[in-house]
C-alpha cells in the first residue's frame, strides 16, 4: 500500500474515531461480537436510529463490515485491518519525532 494511501485510510479511521459515540459502537462489537443495530441499542444509551446512522460511517471508513442475515436482518462485526493502518501510521510519525526530541533533550541550554 502506498504512502498516500495508508495516510487516507488513517484519515478515515481517525474521523471515525473522533466520535465518542462511534467508539462506543466499536468498543461493543469488539467486546460482544458480531451484532445488528437492534442489538446494540440494548446494550448502548443510544437510539437504535443513531446507531444505524454511526454503522453507516464507520462501514464507510470499512472499521465495520456488513453481514447479512436471516429475515433482512444486518449484523456488523469489526474489521480491524483499517485500525492496523492507522496505527502503523501513528507508529512512523512517533518514530519522526522521537529523533528530533531526543535532539533537544540532548543539546545544552
Known sequence: MADSDREAVAQEVFAALADPSRREILAALAAGGPATATDLAARLPITRHAIAKHLTLLA????????????????????????????????A?????????????????
Open 60 to 91: 464507510e471508513a470499512e472499521l465495520v463490515i456488513a453481514e447479512p442475515g436471516e429475515r433482512r436482518r444486518v449484523r456488523y462485526r469489526v474489521r480491524s485491518a483499517p485500525m492496523k493502518v492507522a496505527q502503523q501510521f501513528l507508529a
Open 93 to 109: 510519525l512517533a518514530r519522526d519525532w522521537d529523533g528530533p526530541l531526543a535532539a533537544l533533550k540532548e543539546t545544552p541550554t
